[in-house]
């Protein structure tokens, strides 16, 4: 019997959760995504000492201000750590947008430009990136833009039904809904334990992946976010899987049978949701989860960022 990972990938695209080169060249996923926790991480080993030190000179030699050095030498780091990743995979490798431009249209569309320029710059073309974008209204808008630009867009930080349809109704390339996150307010909210059939997260990405296959959405549903494997088998043919290697490791050395639970015709009806601002914005209102998430996971994000940015600044005092 072959291993529950490699079951995996014969339904679903596996995905690395992680900047951990050696990691990535061990388990080989077709995709790779990072956000500023993972770089930041990233950025504090060994491998990446001499990619740091390049960063740090090259922004010495910049004319910008210091404040506007240490931002650009940040952006730079986030991409070279995006670019040695890009070596190891066939596929796409996702870099986010700044957390704190979460709310701002048109800064959150001139930092892709930026990205793509950078990534363009080291001979990567934009066909092997995704541009991460916060699923906030303005987050949504933007990789509205930007999808007609042909930069293909990653929609993170999603736990509702509200921002599913908003992304695909602008017509983004992928989703990233979370549920170990989803999983993790819930237990705290009612104090109960669940399997991985009742798992809120599991309960939320299977109803994201029936809507889109129900209605033709070519949006691809990527779940990310895990707790455990048990979730991951339970969503075991969604188009893809953003897993940590930690749990990469834990379905390789399990050989027990993965069924396929997820099917494109294995759906059940629901009704096309029409969705505008007012709609999308009340119906956050009305989720408290999905609210508190969103807030709490930008809020993280922003603080791993500003950690970079005070790590860039004492390198280049």
């Not at 759906?267 to 009340?282: C, Q, Y």
């Not at 709490?296 to 860039?312: Q, T």
Request: include cysteine; charged fraction near 25%.
């Amino acid at each position: 019997m072959t291993s529950k990972l490699d079951q995996l990938r014969a339904m679903t695209t596996v995905v690395a959760d992680t900047g951990d080169i050696e990691a990535v060249a061990r388990l080989k996923p077709i995709d790779c995504t990072t956000n500023p926790t993972i770089v930041l991480k990233a950025l504090g080993t060994d491998m990446f000492k001499d990619v740091f030190a390049e960063a740090v000179a090259w922004g010495k030699a910049s004319n910008l201000s210091h404040d506007k050095a240490v931002s650009a030498v940040a952006d730079r780091l986030a991409v070279s750590v995006g670019a040695e990743l890009t070596k190891l995979v066939p596929g796409r490798v996702s870099t986010e947008v700044d957390a704190d431009l979460s709310f701002d249209f048109d800064a959150s569309i001139a930092k892709a430009h930026q990205i793509i320029a950078d990534y363009k710059a080291r001979g990567i073309d934009r066909e092997r990136i995704l541009i991460k974008l916060a699923s906030t209204w303005e987050g949504i808008r933007a990789a509205e833009v930007l999808e007609k630009e042909g930069i293909n867009c990653n929609l993170t930080l999603l736990f509702s039904s509200a921002q599913a349809v908003a992304c695909a109704d602008a017509g983004v390339f992928l989703i990233s809904p979370f549920v170990g996150r989803i999983l993790d307010w819930y237990k705290k909210a009612t104090g109960e334990n669940y399997t991985s059939e009742t798992d809120p997260g599991v309960v939320s990405v299977r109803s994201i992946y029936n809507y889109y296959k129900v209605h033709g959405i070519k949006t691809v549903v990527m779940g990310a976010s895990f707790r455990n494997t048990g979730e991951i088998e339970a969503l075991a043919g969604c188009d893809r899987l953003t897993i940590s290697p930690q749990l990469m490791d834990e379905l390789a050395a399990d050989n027990g049978s993965l069924p396929r639970v997820l099917s494109p015709e294995k759906t059940s009806p629901v009704e096309r949701v029409a969705m505008d601002e007012k709609t999308f914005r009340w119906m956050m209102n009305e989720d408290a989860m999905a609210t508190e998430k969103l807030s709490e996971g930008i809020r993280a994000f922003a603080k791993d960022l500003g950690k970079l940015r005070e790590m860039v600044a004492q390198k280049m005092a």
